[in-house]
């Protein structure tokens, strides 16, 4: 049996991320998806300290949502190229498809998503919508909140929603909807 790494301090680690340390960004993100018990106590010290630390209005919050196939990250990789070249930091948190075996995020948007992997600027998380008839996993918005506190905008790209999955809407300042065009339409 492998060890555990010891959980990180709260108040050490969100300094670091409103710093915008990307490996503590990663560590802050695995932590609020560890489901271990002492995790889950850690990751409530840490988000508590999180907003302590945070300046007040601090980025902006976008949805991306849309039927599958429809463009999101398309789309989302298009903003992260004219965010960048105003010199914003952007992250993203795409939901993906959970994989009936493992339960992670099956498709992996970050590999449809043209960015530049040396790109200090963008930080790409893909995370599982683990069954949630919502379009977003409840790690979402913790998520968000550490993403907020070291970008200046964090898009939120969901799984693909249909007429029900709205919980994107409910989260953010913006949403926006991608559509096909249908078979009879003309662009």
Known sequence: MQPTAPLPDPSALAA????????????????????RATARHRAAAFLAELQLQT?????????????????????????????????????????DPSSPVSGGALLGDRLRMKTSAEDDGVFVRSLACRGEFGGLSPEVWPMSLVMLAAFDITLIETV????????????????????????GDSV
Do not use: F, H
């Not at 298009?78 to 952007?90: E, F, H, K, T």
């Not at 693909?160 to 065009?181: F, H, L, N």
């Open 160 to 183: 693909g929603v249909g007429q029900r999955e709205i919980d994107v809407s409910r989260m953010c300042e913006t949403t926006c909807y991608v559509a096909q065009p249908g078979s």
């Open 55 to 95: 300046p007040a209005g601090s980025g902006r919050l976008i949805g991306i949502t849309g039927p599958p196939g429809a463009g999101k990250s398309s789309l989302t990789a298009a903003l992260i190229s004219v965010w960048r070249q105003r010199g914003q930091r952007v992250g993203v948190l795409a939901v």
């Open 16 to 35: 670091e991320v409103c710093g915008g340390d990307r490996a503590s960004l990663a560590t802050a993100l695995n932590l609020l998806d560890d489901r």
